[in-house]
């Protein structure tokens, strides 16, 4: 079942792209795997703010750089999501 992207929202088309992939190639399961020792743990917020700072233990995690990290720039993250590369090295797919 092949889902259209121009009939969702913006923000559900990032998982439809990897939905598709894996419906093309065969695949029922896809887990990311950082395998780039180089690569450091960074709160998913920059915020100073103290109600941000008392929870940022309790809030997931990014990575130091991409693939694993998102830069709050409304503009470089929908061009990296919408266009990027569904298989970007990171993916294990089985």
């Known amino acids: 079942m092949r889902f259209c992207e121009a ?21 029922r399961q896809c887990v990311p795997h950082n395998v780039d ?8 917020l920059d915020f100073s703010s103290g109600y941000v700072q008392r929870s940022i233990a309790k809030m997931p995690k990014q990575g130091s750089k991409r693939p694993w990290r998102l830069y709050q720039n409304y503009a470089l993250d929908v061009v990296t999501l919408r266009f990027g590369k569904v298989d970007d090295g990171v993916m294990r797919y089985s």
């Open 37 to 44: 020792a180089s690569i450091t743990e960074l709160p998913s």
């Open 7 to 27: 009939e969702m929202r913006p923000d559900l088309r990032i998982l439809l792209r990897l939905i598709n992939y894996m419906e093309r190639h065969g695949y």
